[in-house]
């Protein structure tokens, strides 16, 4: 290896950790702003319920596509919301394909039967996917204000009425809740993703609303002000995360949203590693291409301050800290051995080993946000400590596959919007493999996911002839999640 090379790697290795070490403080302010929020006795004007004129007409919005598996708990769950019937109207955007078509209208015309005002809207096609779903619905939506609802969420029968009261204030564009999980514990797969969700719900969402940096609406469980997303310039489906884009455009243009941490709306996390590798690559996906949409209309705007644009920036920069851990990852076996030919590195090593910090602070906030919704005490510290090493091995393993969704939005790949497979699952007992929207095809990436999980077998063992132990435990991590990815692809199929 020459020292033009050793360089070059050492710089890139450089600059991926500075980037998650920065990652990281945001992540620690946010946790500083979250405990800090917690204390303070929060007073907002609502809406008097008890007052009819005070009523806002709402409309609900339920995008679908092939949803065979969760419609009927769908609409049964929706046709118990509480809400006077006068001002209340429910969209079904259905944009199936299959079967389930019938089955949804025949369900929509009793809920009608019952004096429910509620829609089956039909397309033509799938123009805009859900983005354009939501936007034909829009136009001729009834409601002030817009509620929307995938199609495996379960809101309570009291959701608009916690929900729709903050609207009183004219300058709230979105009130979002916080997502629950009703298939938690049916497996390591739902556990870890319910464990990323949460931090994502409580330290994020709260940590940033807090200070009044920016937020994004979460695609679901969530209410818009209709004449904000008509000022913010409507749904447009140039992303994969259509979502978080007119959660930016509007919060550009001075509306603010509000975050329930305290109204759950409980749903259903994907139980096969097919459906969570679909899920995760249209959030990593559509992240980037949102970064490379968004970010210097946020770094340009006169109207916001410094740190909610650095908040901003390091927002949209979410999904692209995959990218550097998988450079901070490969890279890593590269420097051992560029530690030992060229004993004048040395001092960099001793710099870089201070990026350890990252992983400890990630540890500390990850806590908060888990005692907040698990409880603190000794057992669940024990059990907090498991599942964090757990979650941040699978997540590893993920780095690859995650990666390759960041780089096809930063370059300008476009792909269709992939739903996530729903299953109605909640116990061990029930059974996924007669799933019919399931993919059978194996993913193109496992090959990789192999060769990379012994490639970190290969980092283990390199460091015994190089007496270097001081990457051993990142290096186990990313074989047991590489591992993680690629065994579960192969056996978790239809």
């Not at 559509?286 to 006169?302: D, H, L, P, R, S």
């Not at 910090?357 to 057992?379: A, P």
Request: charged share 20%; glycine share 6%.
């Amino acid at each position: 290896m020459g020292l033009t090379l050793a360089y070059f790697i050492i710089a890139i290795y450089s600059i991926a950790l500075l980037l998650i070490f920065f990652y990281s403080l945001a992540q620690l302010n946010l946790l500083v702003n979250y405990l800090g929020y917690k204390k303070r006795n929060q007073v907002a004007p609502k809406f008097n319920l008890l007052d009819p004129k005070e009523i806002p007409f709402v409309t609900i919005q339920l995008p679908i596509y092939n949803e065979e598996y969760v419609m009927e708990r769908l609409l049964e769950n929706i046709s118990k919301i509480e809400y006077p019937h006068s001002k209340l109207e429910i969209q079904v955007l259905d944009d199936s394909t299959d079967d389930s078509v019938k089955e949804t209208a025949e369900r929509i015309k009793i809920l009608q039967q019952s004096g429910l005002d509620i829609q089956h809207i039909r397309r033509e096609n799938r123009q805009g996917f859900k983005a354009g779903a939501l936007k034909e619905g829009l136009n001729i939506a009834k409601g002030d204000f817009i509620a929307i609802f995938d199609a495996d969420f379960l809101p309570s029968s009291d959701w608009l009425k916690k929900t729709v009261v903050y609207f009183k204030d004219k300058e709230i564009g979105v009130v979002q809740t916080r997502w629950g999980h009703i298939n938690r514990d049916y497996s390591t797969l739902t556990r870890i993703q319910a464990f990323a969700l949460d931090a994502h719900f409580t330290l994020e969402q709260v940590g940033r609303n807090a200070k009044g940096h920016f937020i994004n609406f979460n695609g679901t469980a969530g209410i818009w002000r209709k004449d904000c997303i008509l000022d913010a310039g409507n749904w447009e489906g140039d992303t994969l995360t259509e979502d978080l884009d007119l959660s930016y455009r509007a919060q550009l243009k001075n509306w603010k949203f509000k975050y329930l941490e305290d109204v759950e709306t409980p749903a259903e996390l994907p139980v096969v590693i097919s459906a969570a590798r679909s899920q995760q690559f249209r959030w990593n996906k559509g992240g980037a291409e949102n970064f490379k949409k968004t970010v210097w209309n946020v770094i340009t705007a006169k109207n916001i301050p410094f740190k909610t644009k650095f908040h901003g920036v390091m927002h949209l920069l979410n999904s692209s800290m995959f990218l550097c851990v998988f450079i901070v990852a490969l890279l890593s076996i590269p420097t051992m051995y560029i530690k030992a030919l060229f004993p004048q590195f040395d001092w960099v090593f001793v710099v870089l080993s201070f990026f350890v910090s990252s992983t400890v602070i990630l540890f500390v906030c990850y806590w908060f946000t888990y005692k907040n919704i698990q409880g603190s005490g000794f057992d669940n510290f024990v059990d907090y400590i498991k599942l964090f090493f757990t979650f941040f091995s699978v997540a590893l393993g993920f780095s690859l596959h995650n990666s390759i969704a960041v780089l096809e939005g930063h370059m300008g790949k476009r792909s269709e919007f992939v739903r996530t497979p729903k299953f109605n699952l909640k116990n061990l007992t029930d059974t996924w493999k007669d799933n019919k929207y399931l993919t059978k095809k194996l993913s193109p990436n496992m090959i990789l996911e192999f060769a990379l999980m012994v490639y970190f077998l290969f980092g283990m063992y390199s460091a015994i002839p190089l007496n270097n132990f001081g990457l051993f435990p990142f290096h186990f991590m990313l074989f047991l999640g590489f591992g993680f990815v690629f065994t579960k692809s192969l056996t978790a199929r239809a």
